[in-house]
C-alpha cells in the first residue's frame, strides 16, 4: 500500500538542521561554545541525590523556579523554564509568528533563529554586520518600521562576539512599538552586560537565557525566558505543562546555590579569551574583539586546509568558510591546555 502523508509545504522546503557529529568523545571540543570544564561538583552531587521515585514522577517548578529566579534578579512570574536555550527561542515564534508574517535578525547570527522561522512558514528579513563585524543599528532602526513579529538580537552575538551597548538597544527598542525584542543573552555572562533589569520598563522586552554556557548544563537541556510579568504571561501560553525535567532543575538549583564554580570558570575564560587572542595575532591571524566564550578569527588561504589538519588531529572548531569566507573558524575558549594544543599545531602547519 503507498502512503502519502500530508507534510506542511515549510518542512518540506527547508533543509534539515545538521546536529553535531557524532564520535566527538576524547576529542578537544572547541566547537560549540561548551564549558570544556564541566559542570562544579555540587550539581553533579544534586544529580546523584535524585532518587528512583523523584525521577518517576513529574517535577514540580515552584521552588526551583523561586530559587533561579533569584539567581537572575528577577521574581518568579518573570522567569519561565524551558527545554534548553533552543525551546526559549521557538517559544516565540509558537507565541507570535503567523504563517506569512516576518521577523528581523542580523547575520551572520546563531542559525536557530532562521532554522524556526523556516518551519513556522514565516519570512525571514535579513540584515547584516559589516566585514568589521559592527552591527548595523540605523538599519535595524528602519527595519522595525515595518513591524516584525520578532526581532532576535543575541547579544553578545554568536559567532561574531559583538557586544551591542545599552544605548543602541534602548533605541531599538523605543523604535520597536509592534515588535517582540528577544535578546538572545546565552554568553552575556562573558559580556557584564544584560537587559534583565529593562524587563519592566518595556512590555516588549524579552531575555532568552541559557544554563548550557557558563553553569556547563548543555547535556540537561535548561533554558529560561525572562520578561514582565504580563507579557510572560503571553509566551507561558504556547509551553506543555511539564517542559523541563527534574535532573534539569536539581542540578541548576544547585549549580547557582554554590555559584562559585561559574563565577570562577567565567573569570578564566575571559582572561584565557585574552590571552588566546593575543597569541593568535601574534601568529598574524585576524581575531575579533569578543564578549563571548569564543574567538572569531579568520585564517586567511591557508584556512582550509589547517582546519582539515585540526580534524584529523581531533582538534574540533567551527569552521565557518561557508558562509563568511575560506579562513573564517570560531573557536571556543576551552582550557589553556586545549588551547595550546591547537597553536602547537597551527605553529608545525607554518614550518
Known sequence: MKVRLPVRKAILERRTYEAPAEGRWGKIRLDFNENTTGCSAAALAALRGLSGKELAMY????????ILARYFGVKPAE?????GGDDALRVFFDTF??????????????PMYRYSAEIAGARVEVLHYSKEMDFPLA?????????????????PNNPTGTLVDKAAIEKILKSATH????LDEAYSDFSGVTGVPWIRRHPNLFIAKTFSKAAGLAGLRLGAVIAQRESLALVRRALPPFPVNAAALAASVAAVRERRTIAQYIRE????????????????????PSAGNFLLADFGGAGPD???RLTRDGILIRERSKDMGPGFARITIGTKKELQALLRLLDRTRR
Open 306 to 308: 589547517f582546519f582539515r
Open 97 to 110: 509568528v503567523e504563517p506569512g508574517s516576518h521577523i528581523l535578525i542580523c547575520e551572520p547570527t546563531f
Open 179 to 182: 515588535t517582540a525584542v528577544v
Open 139 to 155: 538599519d535595524v532602526l528602519k527595519a522595525l518600521r515595518k513591524k516584525p513579529r520578532v526581532f532576535f538580537l543575541a547579544n
Open 79 to 83: 522567569l519561565l523554564l524551558t527545554n
Open 269 to 288: 575564560t575571559k582572561r584565557l579569551r585574552e590571552w588566546f587572542g593575543g597569541e593568535l595575532k601574534q601568529r598574524h591571524v585576524l581575531v575579533f
Open 59 to 66: 517535577p514540580e517548578y515552584q521552588a526551583p523556579t523561586k
